[in-house]
């Protein structure tokens, strides 16, 4: 499992390679033999709720995923320093769009910002991180959004 937490943290997996992992995983479980005994969401559950605690790897990947949106969001690694000097330096990373020259991988990020904006809470301080336009502060969307660029 350490070596699919890395590449999961890494960048987005195909779900092929997803499929391949858990069937791995299923085969070691039930020793090879033929059908599984209890479904796969069951397995993946956590113990407290009866589940053996595997992660799911669908999941899994997203929630680490979001891990490298909030480091690009606060600029916290080099990776991320060098997305806002060359792929966000003309937009915001909420109105990127997805389309265009973007790699595979960068697009499945973007993808993930609905989720990610349900799970925000903005503080704006004294402003100088904090875009009024354009980042989603208001019930999760930005104003440009709701209003467009007419009510700026």
């Not at 070691?28 to 595997?54: A, H, N, S, Y």
């Not at 792929?87 to 915001?92: F, K, M």
């Not at 925000?120 to 660029?149: K, Q, T």
Request: glycine share 8%.
């Amino acid at each position: 499992m350490n070596m699919q937490t890395f590449w999961c943290s890494t960048f987005p997996l195909p779900i092929f390679v997803i499929k391949q992992c858990e069937r791995v995983l299923r085969r070691f479980l039930w020793g090879g033999m033929g059908r599984c005994k209890v479904k796969w969401t069951d397995i993946c559950k956590p113990q407290r709720e009866g589940g053996l605690g595997i992660k799911d790897l669908r999941k899994w990947n997203e929630c680490l995923l979001v891990k490298l949106i909030w480091n690009v969001l606060k600029e916290q690694s080099l990776w991320a320093k060098w997305c806002h000097a060359y792929l966000i330096y003309r937009s915001n990373f909420w109105t990127l769009p997805t389309g265009g020259l973007l790699s595979w991988t960068w697009r499945r990020i973007l993808l993930l910002r609905p989720m990610v904006k349900e799970h925000f809470i903005y503080v704006c301080g004294n402003g100088e991180s904090f875009s009024l336009w354009y980042d989603p502060w208001l019930h999760g969307e930005s104003v440009h959004a709701l209003y467009g660029h007419r009510a700026m």
